[in-house]
């Protein structure tokens, strides 16, 4: 497998996986650029004996947290400022694209740390053992994360939506 | 290790396969992206620098283990800027190299580690109070629920890794001996014990440390938290 091939093949998944991460739309492409000179670099290091996504994940994981232009914490966990009007309860249908939206606001009220975690696990189906592998951390720590983030994110969800239930 | 995550709930299940259907990234885009890194890759040096010097050798090695020790690397040196592309953890220590091709570790800037035991928002028990006052034994609710021991155990190792970014090794290691009683075979037992060591090695009880930290690398001798604590006796006053 060629550097081209895997650009060709994951370029999309990047460019997700950094939103998630927390990148604003506007840096996706900057950041998608920074991975894959990383990955360039680091391409002989790769065993293609092993699935692309973890390895790629890592970098993407690693440019998103030393990134400035990464959200890592909302500290101020009021006013989002993205509106989510039109589903008033958990069973009105959100458009594909809302739902797109609330996901993002919401990750991006996590911590860095969780938000990546629930990221890779719950939303990339990175196994936690992957994830331990890829971002050098015990494996009971994924698993951690990945509890804690999905409380947190539930009730952001929550608050997002009454919120929007309001206006 | 059992996996003690429950599946998805399907609200959320189902909130994530729709964000999913986001549209691919466009042909003009992908397009742009790859002459940028054609062009970047054509005029990057041929050989990489590697970090040097024993605070850059703690920052890799901090980042490794990271939120572990991220907060006591950050407070020690400083926020380091990124100037060479991430090297890998087996090229900057003596660690054995791992078999996987794992993410390599950038100078680190690594914010401090936000306790979640202080966000607003966690769904976790309390945190114990690191001055006494809660129970040495988990409540029976919490025995019969693995979901809310793992919560409570991450309670006590964050609490005991905002205290080492407090520069309060005495509290940390408060609570890492709380953790102890409470989990001794806990899931998060690796993590406690790494930091037992880094806590120890603040204190100036740096013989101890070393005992330990022996006795941690017997006892998980691929633990990617290895390189971190050789860093951290090695550079020890």
Known sequence: ?167 | MTDPLDPLDPELKRLFDAESRFPEASTESKTRVLERVEAAVATAPAVTSRPRGSSAVLATGAFVAGTLVGALAYRALGPPTVTTPPVSPSQTSSATATAAPQATAPAERVEPAVSPTTSPSSSSAPAPSLRGGTAERPSRAQEDDPRSRLAEEQALVDAARAALARQRPEDALEAVERHSRVFPRGELTEEREGLRVMALVRLGRNDEASRLASAFERRYPRSPLLPVLRSVLETSP
């Not at chain 1, 594909?96 to 990221?119: H, S, Y």
């Not at chain 1, 939303?123 to 994830?131: M, R």
């Open chain 1, 1 to 167: 497998m060629t550097f081209r091939a895997v650009f060709d093949a994951e370029f999309s998944y990047v460019c997700r996986v950094l939103r998630r991460f927390g990148a604003d739309e506007a840096d996706v492409e900057d950041l998608a650029q920074e991975v894959f000179v990383t990955v360039h670099a680091k391409f002989g290091d790769y065993d293609r004996e092993k699935p692309v996504r973890p390895w790629l994940t890592a970098f993407a994981f690693r440019v998103a947290a030393n990134s400035k232009r990464v959200r890592r914490y909302r500290r101020e966990l009021g006013e989002s400022s993205v509106e989510f009007g039109s589903a008033k309860t958990p069973e009105d249908e959100l458009s594909d694209r809302e739902a797109q939206r609330l996901v993002l606001a919401a990750l991006a009220e996590l911590p860095f740390d969780r938000r990546a975690a629930l990221v890779m696990h719950d939303l990339e189906g990175l196994s936690a053992a992957e994830i331990a592998s890829a971002l050098s951390l015990p494996v009971g720590t994924v698993y951690s994360r990945v509890h804690t983030a999905r409380g947190e994110f539930r009730e952001i969800i929550g608050r997002l939506r009454r919120r929007g239930g309001e206006s």
